[in-house]
């Protein structure tokens, strides 16, 4: 809820701002404590909050994932592991209908990336101040729980894919075959300017396309949750109705985290396919 002694502008701002290490333009290092500070910190400052909670998530879903193998049976499955054989098989279907090409690799990528990402959708869901208030009285500024609405996350992974179809682009085709299809396609040799600039920027749109499709639904819902918890300050009404539309809006928001997990991961499988494939 929103705290007495901040505006509401100012309970925006601070749900907004990530937890940040870095360097202060004294030369010492440590957290900044507002948004300014963070900002002078530049380009290497450290969103903590992001990082502490993708490798916390990533250990959870390590964690289940291989207790579910460890314990596998082929007698009566438990609860565990019929979700874990319900995800892998959904998984295996995906990757079977969109890529068409031999790789090891692509299947328990798509794997990591729709489970890893559904669990740092999903903290979306925890009511707004819990966290940032359990870490306001540790003595913590700020703190953002969800890591999807940090720009830096999204554009992370998507660089990662996008280095992934660099590389097979070239393993699968050869340096030559692969500046061929970006310099002759789609209007030959002669147009080789209008060719590099066209496929060129279909290239560079993958990653973006990848990280902020993800960022700005996320971050959208993220701003909802915020702007529903500013009215439970706002009297009877006011926090019944929020309570309502909250509960409405964690409803629907659960299909938004999934299929933007679910999109993220066919997106990757099929331009991983693509890397795979001559272009004709």
Known sequence: MAGEAHTSAEYIKHHLQNLVYGQHPDGTWGLAHSAAEAKAMGFWAIHLDT????????????????????????GVPGGLQNFVEWVVEFIDGSVKGSFTGRNPLVAPLALTIFIWI???????????????????????????????TDPNATFGMAIGVFILILYYSVKMKGVGGFFGELAFQPFGKWGMPANLLLEGVNLIAKPVSLALRLFGNLYAGEMIFILIALMFSGGAVMFLTGGVLQWAWAVFHVLIITLQAFIFMTLTIVYLDMAHQEHH
């Open 51 to 74: 990082l502490g909670m993708s490798v916390l998530l990533g250990v959870v879903f390590l964690y289940f994932f291989r207790k579910a193998a460890i314990r596998a049976t082929s």
């Open 118 to 148: 559904f669990l740092l959708n999903l903290m979306d869901l925890v009511p707004i101040d819990w966290i940032p208030g359990l870490m306001g009285a540790l003595g913590l500024p700020y703190f953002k729980l969800v890591p999807t």
